[in-house]
């Protein structure tokens, strides 16, 4: 069996520039799924969760037409 590397919230914040705090809000609000592990271990986010996440930011369709 293949285990995935789960991501945290520094490492999506670091990826795309942004605060952890930003990061929380998004999973808070639903926008972007995570597991919350407990205690100090905090949420872990699927890479496939995170992929479909920014596939749903506004304009990242229009990105690909821009390219071809």
């Not at 670091?14 to 799924?33: A, F, N, P, S, Y």
């Not at 969760?49 to 506004?58: K, N």
Request: hydrophobic share 40%; net charge neutral; proline share 3%.
């Amino acid at each position: 069996m293949i285990e995935e590397r789960w991501l945290t919230v520094s490492d999506i914040a670091e990826r795309l520039q942004v605060d952890e705090q930003t990061v929380r809000r998004w999973i808070r609000d639903g926008k972007l799924v995570a597991r919350q592990l407990g205690g100090k271990a905090g949420y872990r986010i699927r890479p496939a969760d995170f992929e479909a996440y920014l596939e749903a930011l506004p304009g990242a369709g229009e990105q690909g037409k821009a390219a071809a």
